[in-house]
Nanobody, 124 residues
Framework: QVQLVESGGGLVQAGGSLRLSCTAS????????MGWFRQAPGKEREFLAS????????NNADSVKGRFTISRDNAKNTVYLQMNSLKPEDTAVYSC?????????????????WGQGTQVTVSS
């Protein structure tokens, strides 16, 4: 049974930083690309970043380029999202996802497994 468990969300002031973690179990982690998405109330799910199974390739959304960085530690079955210079409009539920095949992708429908999400709230 595949499980993805996110952690690291919370309340932060504008301009601050958070690092989200997502730990996977029940799959061969380095065979899966990993992605981070977010969804704010009343809005569609938004792609943020993806990383290949080896960690050698990444793909970031323009909206967060330069502020958010995705990375992974295959020895720990964990993917991270470092978020800097946070803004109130970054407030959302952040979810990680796993996609078989190992290559980066941006479309949420191409991901096979999802975590439950973690809330990030940025105060002004």
């Amino acid at each position: 049974q595949v499980q993805l468990v996110e952690s690291g969300g919370g309340l932060v002031q504008a301009g601050g930083s958070l690092r989200l973690s997502c730990t996977a179990s029940g799959l061969t982690f380095n065979n899966y690309a990993m992605g981070w998405f977010r969804q704010a109330p009343g809005k569609e799910r938004e792609f943020l970043a993806s990383i290949s199974g080896s960690g050698g390739n990444t793909n970031n959304a323009d909206s967060v380029k330069g502020r958010f960085t995705i990375s992974r530690d295959n020895a720990k079955n964990t993917v991270y999202l470092q978020m800097n210079s946070l803004k109130p409009e970054d407030t959302a539920v952040y979810s990680c996802a796993a996609a078989a095949g190992g290559y980066t992708r941006t479309r949420d429908k191409t991901y096979n497994y999802w975590g439950q999400g973690t809330q990030v709230t940025v105060s002004s």
